[in-house]
């Protein structure tokens, strides 16, 4: 029970930051989003370490694992999956996620020799059928599919699985890892990957000059959806895989389309449809039955 309640807390957070991150990824660019809020939850996750003086003894492999997870899937993951935001908004993208519990709950199968009950399996279908029922409204709102922005989707879903699974290792070999040292480690990595890329022109990335142009009601909320999307988001969720099933937790986490439209609808965005009432009690079916399991 307790790994399902951290990874629906992580669910809501981060559909919540999710349409604030498609904003400013459109405003500004996807890649300043991202740069933005690993350095917020850089600092936050150093802070908590600090004033609860958190224990960060590690294995190297473990380190190695978290460090190669944080470049995988929380950098040049995140790249892509922020590309995604921009073109397809955030429901859509986060739709795309809801296939991410059948390749983890495979390799956790093959990796960490977990078995998936009859009554997860019945779960996962329900919340399947729940993100199903969400692509079908928006692809009758839409009338087609932005192949580009699927296949930026669909990278930064395998990059980001991947990143899972390495964090999941890392927790397997190190058991008294806390999720904040880890997640110090994965998000450090990706600030020190972002500063890398913006010292080449090229990229054209930099991280106060845009932070400049938005106004101060602006800045807090970009600020605030880093802190809720990433640090609280983060936290809650590695906390979700380090003590729960893989494919259970990411197949909660395939539902974050749901909260978002949710959250878009009481902000006013959009309206209650058949599909979303739909979604809701598929969701609520699952999430009753992962209870049991």
């Given at each position: 029970m307790l790994p399902i309640l951290f990874a629906l807390a992580s669910n809501i957070t981060f559909a919540i930051a999710s349409v604030f991150f498609t904003e400013f990824s459109r405003k500004v660019s996807p890649n300043w989003?991202?740069?933005?809020?690993?350095?917020?939850?850089?600092?936050?996750?150093?802070?908590?370490?600090?004033?609860?003086?958190?224990?960060?003894?590690?294995?190297?492999?473990?380190?190695?694992?978290?460090?190669?997870?944080?470049?995988?899937?929380?950098?040049?993951?995140?790249?892509?999956?922020?590309?995604?935001?921009?073109?397809?908004?955030?429901g859509r993208v986060l739709m795309i996620f809801g296939f991410q519990p059948l390749l983890l709950g495979i390799a956790a199968f093959y990796m960490f020799d977990e078995v998936i009950s009859g009554y997860q399996l019945i779960a996962i279908l329900f919340l399947l059928g729940c993100i199903f029922s969400f692509s079908l409204e928006s692809f009758r709102d839409k009338g087609h599919w932005d192949l580009v922005g699927i296949c930026f989707a669909l990278t930064g879903v395998l990059l980001d699985a991947a990143g899972l699974i390495m964090t999941k290792?890392?927790?397997?070999?190190?058991?008294?890892?806390?999720?904040?040292?880890?997640?110090?480690?994965?998000?450090?990595?990706?600030?020190?990957?972002?500063?890398?890329?913006?010292?080449?022109?090229?990229?054209?990335?930099?991280?106060?000059?845009?932070?400049?142009?938005?106004?101060?009601?602006?800045?807090?909320?970009?600020?605030?959806?880093g802190f809720l999307g990433t640090f609280l988001a983060?936290?809650?969720?590695?906390?979700?895989?380090?003590?729960?099933?893989?494919?259970?937790?990411?197949?909660?986490?395939?539902?974050?389309?749901?909260?978002?439209?949710?959250?878009?609808?009481?902000?006013g965005r959009k309206r209650m449809t058949i599909y979303l009432a739909v979604a809701i009690l598929l969701f609520v079916c699952g999430f009753l039955v992962l209870i049991q399991s």
């Amino acid at each position: 029970m307790l790994p399902i309640l951290f990874a629906l807390a992580s669910n809501i957070t981060f559909a919540i930051a999710s349409v604030f991150f498609t904003e400013f990824s459109r405003k500004v660019s996807p890649n300043w989003m991202n740069y933005l809020k690993v350095c917020i939850a850089f600092v936050c996750f150093c802070l908590v370490i600090l004033l609860f003086r958190i224990d960060i003894t590690l294995t190297q492999r473990s380190l190695a694992l978290l460090l190669l997870s944080g470049f995988i899937g929380l950098m040049i993951g995140d790249i892509f999956l922020f590309r995604a935001f921009s073109h397809l908004g955030a429901g859509r993208v986060l739709m795309i996620f809801g296939f991410q519990p059948l390749l983890l709950g495979i390799a956790a199968f093959y990796m960490f020799d977990e078995v998936i009950s009859g009554y997860q399996l019945i779960a996962i279908l329900f919340l399947l059928g729940c993100i199903f029922s969400f692509s079908l409204e928006s692809f009758r709102d839409k009338g087609h599919w932005d192949l580009v922005g699927i296949c930026f989707a669909l990278t930064g879903v395998l990059l980001d699985a991947a990143g899972l699974i390495m964090t999941k290792s890392a927790f397997e070999l190190t058991p008294s890892l806390s999720p904040f040292v880890a997640n110090a480690i994965r998000s450090g990595t990706a600030v020190v990957g972002f500063f890398l890329v913006s010292l080449v022109p090229l990229f054209h990335l930099k991280l106060l000059a845009p932070f400049k142009t938005l106004t101060v009601r602006e800045r807090w909320t970009a600020a605030g959806a880093g802190f809720l999307g990433t640090f609280l988001a983060l936290s809650f969720y590695l906390k979700a895989i380090q003590i729960g099933q893989l494919a259970t937790i990411t197949a909660i986490g395939g539902t974050s389309p749901l909260f978002a439209t949710l959250f878009e609808i009481y902000r006013g965005r959009k309206r209650m449809t058949i599909y979303l009432a739909v979604a809701i009690l598929l969701f609520v079916c699952g999430f009753l039955v992962l209870i049991q399991s």
